[in-house]
């Protein structure tokens, strides 16, 4: 029997745009490993540019306005599950800066997938610690990615 392995972002993409997948699982997989958690985790990945994300964010955080970024921690006893993110994409076009919309995108996936195993940014002490994470991670993307260059 072949048993498929599961992928480790899921992705369902409720926009127009193209979007690679694989900058969202080679970021996912340098924090799991880094997080020490089980290789076979896997996140639910929802991208939307709908104005959903605002529903969502009332119902869940009651909170009557359109963000960035959502996640929700999943408890499934036996699935590696960690949970799910929703990104709505002209949020990040909108804010992007001087980053690209993919960059963006992966800043936004790293949030939520933060949030997801466990950090939050509410008390001081804790968005120091979560900015820090953010900061340790996407440095290692880029370093992973200037060797995958070279």
């Known amino acids: 029997m072949n048993i498929q392995k599961v992928k480790p972002v899921i992705v369902t ?3 127009e745009d193209n979007i690679d997948v694989d900058i969202f699982e080679e970021l996912f997989l340098i924090v799991i490993n880094n997080e020490f958690k089980h290789p076979e985790s896997f996140i639910n990945l929802e991208l939307t540019n709908d104005g959903s994300i605002r529903q969502l964010n009332k119902k869940y955080l009651g909170r ?3 963000t960035d970024v959502l996640s929700f921690t999943a408890d499934v006893p036996g699935v590696n599950l960690l949970g799910d993110i929703i ?3 002209n949020v990040a076009k909108k804010q992007k800066e001087d980053r690209t919309v993919i960059e963006e995108l992966q800043i936004l996936f790293l949030h939520g997938l933060l949030h997801c195993l466990g950090y939050d940014h509410l008390a001081a002490a804790d ?3 979560m900015v820090a994470k953010e900061k340790k991670y996407k440095d290692l993307l880029l ?3 200037n060797q995958t260059r070279e």
Do not use: A, L, P, V
């Open 143 to 145: 370093k992973e990615k």
């Open 64 to 66: 009557d306005e359109i």
């Open 87 to 89: 990104i709505d994409t």
């Open 13 to 15: 993409n409720r926009t």
């Open 127 to 129: 968005k120091k610690i």
